[in-house]
C-alpha cells in the first residue's frame, strides 16, 4: 500500500521544499486567521507555483463563507480543499460542485463513538481526516500536537479512505503506523520548532522515521 503523507500548514520556501524532497504527497496551505500557520491566498498563491505535480496543494479552510472561498480558490487553484470546521454534509456536497474539487472532510476523535460521525459524510467527501479533540480552551480546531488514541481505528471499515493526523512526530509515527495501518498521515506542529515555523531538519527527521517504519513492518 502506498502511503500518502500530507505536511501541512507551510508558509517558507526551505519548508516546502523539504516536504517535497521527503516525498511529501499533499502540501497544506491554512486559511484560518487565528492559526500561526495562516497564510494569505496570495502567499500561498506563491508557494503553489513552486510544486509543479510533485504533491496536490490541499486548501485547509474552517467553516468559510463562499465569498471567502471564491477567493482563495480563485487566487491559489488548489487540488482539494480541506474542511476543518463543522460542515454539513449538505455544505460539502454544495462546495464540491461549486469549485469541482475533492474534500477531505475533518472530524474531531476522543473516543470510539466519534468516528460515527462520518456515517451521513460517506459517498460525499472524498476523504476523511482523523484528528485528535483540541484541548479545553484551544480556538484551533487542529495543529494542537496532541494525539487520539490509534487503536480506535482498529474497526474501521477498510474502505474508508482517510488521513490520520493528531500529535505526529519522528518519535510516535512508526506506532501510530504499527497500530492504526493508515491510508495517508498528516503532520503539522510535529515538525515545528515553534507554533507556525516549520524547522527543515524535523521534516527530514520525519520522513526518515517513516522510511524506517516501513522497512522494519516489510522485514
Known amino acids: 500500500m502506498v502511503l500518502e503523507i500530507k505536511i501541512c500548514g507551510l508558509k517558507t ?5 523539504a ?16 492559526s500561526p500557520r495562516h497564510v494569505t491566498p496570495e502567499a500561498a498563491a506563491e508557494l503553489r ?11 485547509v479552510t474552517v467553516d468559510e463563507d463562499d465569498a471567502t472561498l471564491d477567493r482563495i480558490v480563485a487566487v491559489m487553484t488548489p487540488d482539494m480543499l480541506q474542511l476543518h470546521g463543522r460542515e454539513t454534509p449538505e455544505r460539502v456536497a454544495e462546495l ?7 474534500v477531505m472532510k475533518a472530524f474531531a476523535i476522543r473516543e470510539a463513538g466519534d468516528l460515527d460521525a462520518i456515517r451521513p459524510y460517506r459517498g460525499i467527501a472524498d476523504r476523511f481526516l482523523f484528528d485528535a479533540r483540541p484541548p479545553v480552551g484551544s480556538d484551533l480546531p487542529g495543529g494542537n500536537g496532541v494525539s487520539f488514541d490509534w487503536h480506535l481505528l482498529a474497526g474501521l471499515d477498510a ?16 506506532e501510530a503506523l ?9 503532520i503539522s506542529s510535529g515538525v515545528e520548532s515553534a507554533p507556525g515555523v516549520k524547522d527543515v531538519a524535523l521534516i527530514d527527521q520525519f520522513f526518515e522515521a517513516v ?9
Open 13 to 17: 520556501e526551505p519548508a516546502l521544499a
Open 19 to 34: 516536504a517535497l524532497r521527503g516525498g511529501a504527497s499533499h502540501v497544506g496551505f491554512i486559511f484560518f486567521e487565528k
Open 49 to 59: 507555483r513552486r510544486i509543479g505535480g510533485s504533491a496536490k496543494a490541499v486548501a
Open 96 to 102: 464540491k460542485r461549486r469549485y469541482a474539487l475533492p
Open 159 to 174: 474502505e474508508v479512505d482517510y488521513m490520520l493526523s493528531g500529535g505526529l512526530n519522528a518519535a510516535n509515527v512508526g
Open 178 to 186: 504499527r497500530f492504526a495501518n493508515p491510508p495517508g498521515i498528516d
Open 211 to 219: 522510511r524506517v517504519a516501513r522497512e522494519n513492518r516489510a522485514a
